[in-house]
């Protein structure tokens, strides 16, 4: 069985401070089933993930042999359903985040996580240019993870905070940006705006002053400054959510540009 231990959540070292492990060959039959039930699981999952769903993962994980092989294989499972759909991944970050805990000696849950997130973000520039939508899929998750999960003493992975600036970086630096890679960045940026200014202000406002001269002169579409635009105006508030009013106000002028 595995240990699910509440409040140990320190990070190791490397470039996201991850302890890695050394993964176990050994496997069973009972194994293999435990794992494939809760690939079942996983993969049936939509965007509102029920109680009832919730209770049965974390029984079946808590239920699974104890071995260091499955703990990754679970990791793997979560992170392959959230890089297929960036939809799911803010769900699959509050799936990780009551997942966290679970532990095989010394070997957790969290950390087998946040070495795949490491994995895509070392070779962002490779996966960038085969899919972008790939890309924007693993940025979407490492975002999420970011303003979901929290250590024992309910601080951010502060070893993400220089990634995600990368990351956004990135995007904005490359004239070819996309309108889809812009409404990332415009989503992502209202969810953990707050949380990345607040551990780091001079990256945030180095990404601010790039995203004003996107809106100004830097040949952004109309539709890609209107997100901005919208973006910048949730900067101005404080993080604070756009009224409703607003919010339509951006999306109706986002839809009439998309039909001129």
């Not at 990634?163 to 904005?172: D, N, R, S, T, Y």
């Not at 409404?183 to 995203?211: A, F, P, S």
Request: charge should be negative; glycine fraction near 4%.
């Amino acid at each position: 069985m595995f240990n699910v231990k509440h409040n140990n959540h320190s990070i190791g070292h490397n470039p996201f401070n991850i302890n890695f492990f050394k993964v176990s060959s050994n496997g069973s039959s009972t194994n293999s089933q435990s794992l494939t039930e809760i690939e079942d699981l996983i993969s049936n999952l939509n965007l509102d993930i029920t109680d009832m769903e919730l209770e049965t993962l974390l029984e079946l994980a808590q239920n699974s042999p104890s071995d260091d092989a499955s703990i990754k294989k679970m990791a793997e499972i979560v992170y392959t359903k959230c890089v297929k759909d960036r939809e799911f991944s803010k769900t699959g970050a509050f799936i990780c985040d009551k997942l966290a805990a679970v532990e095989n000696n010394g070997t957790k849950f969290r950390s087998s996580l946040l070495s795949l997130v490491q994995m895509d973000y070392k070779e962002k520039d490779r996966l960038r240019a085969e899919s972008v939508s790939k890309f924007l899929n693993s940025f979407s998750l490492m975002c999420q993870i970011f303003g979901t999960m929290r250590t024992a003493g309910g601080e951010v992975f502060k070893p993400l905070v220089g990634p995600v600036f990368e990351c956004f970086q990135l995007i904005l630096d490359d004239k070819r940006c996309n309108t889809d890679e812009y409404e990332c960045v415009c989503e992502q940026l209202q969810c953990i705006g707050r949380d990345l200014e607040q551990n780091d202000r001079e990256k945030m406002d180095q990404l601010m002053e790039k995203i004003r001269t996107k809106i100004i002169r830097d040949g952004a579409s109309p539709q890609a400054r209107c997100s901005l635009l919208e973006l910048m105006e949730c900067y101005c508030r404080g993080w604070k959510a756009l009224s409703n009013d607003v919010t339509r106000f951006y999306y109706d002028t986002s839809m009439d540009i998309l039909t001129d």
